[in-house]
């Protein structure tokens, strides 16, 4: 029974491959080493200068790895400090995870200034078990408040920032800061919690042109990253992960809903109106 599982498990995670070759002019390596860079911003920040600078501190693939931000010489937060965007629809995507890597980078909401780590879990750090096949990241000044209750799916927020799920053909650095153009969104349901996936395209990207709404995604595509987020959890013992709204990803105009639910929640995370619990706000 286990072996058929792993088969299964493996049919899925080959069809997603495939599927997101669907969105790309072209596939290239990610296994590049991380120094310090400078990274522009998309929009006018809240900082006060116009590019952000990222610093490599402790180990690749190390608990002691740290990717921190700085702006005029000062430490900030990629999380508070960076600018949500949303004029016309574009939105600041900040990349945890570059697509075709496995490493489950993230920002540590919980250590001063948020740097983005790598998840450990049981005391070991945290490894996608085949690579994702997309940019994987979030939208800064957002919440999903685990206060709040959605009033139509009954479950609450997973305590992070909004996740963003960029379908384009070219892997984006871990730390980098893209406008992405918001399509869609799926309401995935991940042990009891609501655990929002927006789905985005690079500005940039050749298809972004043509790519408005979500019906303008084709099915695969939204079908592969559906199925990669349903079956990726199971490897380690762990149920399938579900998802609201007939499963389907709601339109750009919900998704820009969504967002802005999100990003009132963080301004009630940073006023203090919303319980902080752990997370470092400063």
């Known amino acids: 029974q286990h072996a ?15 599927m997101s070759l669907v969105t790309s002019t072209a596939a290239w390596s990610t296994a590049r ?20 600078a990222t610093e490599v501190s ?4 190390t608990e002691s790895y740290r990717l921190n931000f700085k702006a005029n010489g000062a430490t900030i937060s990629p999380w508070h400090d960076l600018p949500l965007g949303g004029e016309g629809g574009v939105y600041n995507m900040l990349t945890e995870i570059p697509k075709y890597s496995k490493a489950k980078m993230e920002v540590a909401t919980k250590e001063p200034n948020n740097p983005i780590a790598q ?8 490894d996608y078990h085949g690579p994702i096949f997309w940019n994987y990241g979030c939208l800064p000044q957002t919440w999903e408040d685990p206060n709040e209750e959605h009033p139509e799916l009954k479950v609450n927020g997973d305590d992070d920032p909004i996740d963003v799920v960029e379908i384009g053909s ?23 919690e609501l655990d929002w996936k927006v ?20 099915e695969e595509v939204k079908m592969g990253v559906r199925e990669w987020f349903r079956w990726y959890k199971t490897p ?32 009630n995370l940073k006023s203090g109106a919303a319980d902080k619990g752990k997370l470092w706000t400063e």
Not at 4 to 18: E, F, G, N, Q, Y
Not at 58 to 61: C, I, L, N, S, Y
Not at 199 to 212: E, K, M, Q, R, V
């Open 170 to 192: 070219s892997a984006l650095e871990s730390g980098s800061v893209t406008p992405v153009k918001a399509l869609g969104v799926l309401a995935m349901i991940d042990d009891g």
């Open 4 to 18: 058929r599982k792993k088969a299964r498990i493996m049919k899925v995670v080959s069809a997603c491959m495939m």
């Open 33 to 52: 080493s991380l120094t310090s860079r400078r990274i522009p911003l998309a929009m006018a920040s809240t900082v006060a200068t116009g590019d952000v």
């Open 58 to 61: 402790g180990e690749v693939g």
């Open 119 to 126: 998840d450990i879990k049981k005391g070991k750090l945290r």
């Open 236 to 267: 380690d013992d762990k149920p399938l992960n579900g998802f609201g709204f007939d499963e389907k990803f709601l339109n750009k105009a919900e998704t820009f809903k969504v967002i802005e639910e999100t990003h009132q929640a963080w301004k």
């Open 199 to 218: 789905l985005a395209i690079n500005t940039a990207d050749p298809l972004a042109a043509s790519y408005n709404d979500i019906d303008d995604v084709p």
